[in-house]
């Protein structure tokens, strides 16, 4: 059995932790309309960015597991030793941690944009944003979460270290949705969120994997 | 003239007695050039005559933006000699070199506050450089805060590394998509890169505050290091050791 | 040939041992022994490169490790502290993700008969949280009957381990010496290997 295959497996088995990430989404997106009022207008303007805060935030969440339990039981160490390079495991973990826990933020998403009653263009942008941009969240989250492995405190200097580097795809992805409400093309903000992807893709793999290793020294 | 081998400062021991020399230059330097650059900004350059006297924060704000960004530039570069070389004395700068870079931030960030305050009525406004300078602030408190959160000294400073560097290569992304965050939301055209039309001596006092933090970046950096130095080498020959 | 020469471990500010050396020929067994805390675990990471030592050199058949990288790394086994076992997936599962890990993907016939070899038969399709920290361990030492690799470096194999699986551990590694394999191993106990096979190295705290 593959390394992918194992990491979901391993989701699949504790599955409490993966479903309670995504009730946090549900939840933290819910919380704003709470706090700002019903008012419809208000609600559709402020979607984009709210879901999208709560998608960033709900990554955040789920960091924590990409790396732990395989250093608790000591599996992160026989990963180092292996032949199989560093980056290409770090990569494979990092890919089961999307299909585990961005993709549902994906599914998720459409519903609700319902609750924010947003129209169906802006809830396929915002479906495709996110899409495109949960991966990079995946993506920036394992650099953070190798250099915090093991430290105490570790789940809030995650975010101290992460969200600021969440910015841009935060940036990029809500305003493809909000330039799409404002009868823009949302074709630019896309394809920057797309642009990010490609660049972390390539490069953050590397920069997971020497931090893993300088964790592990 | 003998050449002079500056390879053999790169050890702690033999740059703490230089950096010691150095510093006393480097603030008299610093004093006279702040001096100067405060006494050009406040009685030289001329009254703007669409901004009055309030512009005037403008001669410590643009210099404190520049050395904000100049400094975490030098910290990233020193963090990757650390990383690249396991040099102990570049990670020991970076270190140093992160507080100040730190200050100079929020002092452009507070300064920006106060000139827009008289301006356009507000403490803070969301323009695309006072809002990366936020975000760049953010940078170095998560570089400082992660080297402080791990206790193994070599894998804070290496870890830090990591970060610093992840970050340097995010900046432009990061101030790249601000600007468009700005020009996608904007109705109102706030920005704080209209500055005024600059007269000759109010470049000149920008220059002189901007050499000014310089000068003072040095010293307080030296300053800094030599601590850091001391901390980190206690048990080291050099400093337990006989005197030579 | 594994060589060490010169090692120096520090762990915060405090130097572990200095000048460390040993040389470590084919079909013998390096037992590491000394108090807790005097660096055996640190020593046993630098010899699988996991760690850099402060100073010093580890060498095999001549070459740094450092430079040899994955090449050494695919010549040895290790099984640390933590016995790498999933406790969300079998013993079988997880003797299977360790021989891919280790670049030896087997069977599950061949992953069977490895539990089968350290008693674990019946227990091979439990999940392993409800094995015990010795069955637990034995599906960690499972590997040493799959792999082939020329050094096994093993920390504190004996731990948590009943008596009849103690000896059929100690015959295990005897079976590797003889047949010109390498061992390092750190162990309270007596590591009930022949004497002529094996050298000591004693760290002093």
Redesign the interface.
Request: glycine share 12%; hydrophobic share 30%.
């Given at each position: 059995m593959g390394l992918l295959r194992r990491d979901l497996l391993l989701a699949a088995r504790r599955s409490s932790d993966v479903v309670s990430v995504l009730f946090f989404f549900i939840i933290a997106a819910s919380l704003f309309p709470l706090g700002v009022g019903a008012d419809p207008a208000l609600l559709r303007a402020v979607a984009p960015g709210v879901l999208w805060v709560a998608a960033l935030l709900s990554t955040m969440l789920s960091l924590g597991r990409l790396f732990a339990a395989d250093l608790a039981d000591g599996t992160l160490e026989q990963m180092l030793l292996s032949p199989q390079p560093l980056v290409m495991t770090v990569a494979i973990k990092t890919l089961a941690h999307w299909l585990v826990s961005g993709v549902p933020l994906v599914f998720l998403a459409p519903v609700l944009g319902l609750q924010f009653d947003l129209a169906g263009r802006e809830i396929a942008v915002l479906t495709v944003s996110l899409l495109l941009g949960t991966p990079v969240l995946s993506l920036i989250g394992a650099i953070g979460a190798a250099l915090t492995l093991g430290v105490r405190g570790g789940n809030v200097l995650v975010a101290v270290l992460v969200l600021p580097l969440y910015i841009p795809v935060l940036i990029f992805g809500a305003g493809a949705v909000t330039a799409s409400a404002a009868g823009l093309n949302a074709q630019a903000g896309l394809s920057l969120v797309g642009a990010m992807l490609a660049l972390s893709v390539v490069f953050a793999p590397y920069a997971a994997a020497a931090a893993l290793r300088i964790a592990m020294e | 003239m003998s050449k002079i081998n500056w390879f053999k400062y790169s050890s702690p021991p033999a740059f703490y007695p230089l950096a010691g020399k150095m510093i006393p230059w480097f603030s008299i330097a610093a004093a006279l050039l702040i001096a100067v650059g405060l006494y050009i900004s406040f009685f030289v350059a001329p009254t703007d005559f669409q901004q009055g006297e309030a512009y005037r924060i403008i001669f410590v704000h643009v210099p404190a933006a520049w050395m904000s960004m100049f400094i975490y530039l030098i910290m990233a570069g020193y963090a990757a000699l650390g990383l690249g070389l396991n040099a102990r004395l570049s990670a020991m700068m970076a270190s140093a070199l992160a507080p100040t870079g730190a200050m100079f931030t929020f002092l452009a960030l507070l300064t920006g506050s106060l000139w827009g305050k008289p301006m356009w009525g507000a403490w803070w406004v969301w323009d695309a450089r006072l809002t990366s300078e936020l975000i760049l602030l953010f940078l170095y408190i998560g570089y400082i805060a992660l080297q402080s959160a791990i206790d193994d000294r070599r894998r804070a400073s290496r870890a830090s590394a990591v970060f610093a560097l992840v970050g340097v290569v995010n900046v432009p992304i990061i101030y790249f998509s601000v600007k468009w965050w700005n020009t996608l939301h904007q109705g109102a055209s706030i920005s704080m890169t209209k500055a005024p039309a600059m007269a000759h001596t109010m470049l000149l006092g920008m220059l002189m505050m901007a050499l000014g933090f310089w000068m003072y970046s040095i010293a307080v950096v030296l300053m800094r290091v030599r601590c850091v130095i001391l901390e980190r080498e206690r048990e080291a020959e050099w400093i337990r050791g006989e005197g030579k | 040939m594994l060589t060490a020469r010169e090692l120096r471990c520090e762990r915060?500010?405090?130097a572990l041992f200095t000048d460390l050396n040993f040389a470590l020929e084919a079909g013998t067994l390096l037992h590491v022994q000394g108090a807790n805390g005097s660096g055996k675990t640190s020593l046993l990471r630098m010899l699988?490169?996991?760690?850099?030592p402060a100073s010093g050199q580890i060498l095999w058949d001549g070459d740094d490790i450092r430079e040899l990288r994955?090449d050494y790394?695919?010549q040895?086994t290790?099984i640390?502290?933590?016995?790498?076992?999933?406790?969300?997936?079998s013993a079988l599962?997880n003797v299977?993700?360790?021989q891919?890990?280790?670049?030896q993907p087997v069977s599950r016939e061949q992953a069977l008969e490895a539990l089968a070899a350290v008693g674990l038969k019946n227990q091979a399709n439990l999940p392993s949280r409800v094995l015990s920290q010795g069955q637990r361990r034995r599906v960690a030492l499972a590997r040493l009957w799959l792999c082939n690799k020329p050094l096994w470096v093993l920390d504190e194999p004996y731990n948590t381990l009943d008596v009849n699986a103690v000896v059929l551990l100690q015959r295990h590694i005897e079976t590797h010496l003889g047949r010109g394999g390498m061992a390092v191993l750190t162990t309270h106990q007596e590591p009930g290997i022949a004497a002529k096979l094996v050298r000591t190295l004693r760290l002093s705290a």
């Open positions: - | - | 915060g500010d405090r699988c490169g996991l760690t850099t994955e790394a695919s040895l290790y640390g502290h933590h016995p790498a076992v999933k406790d969300d997936l599962e299977c993700i360790s891919l890990l280790a670049g």
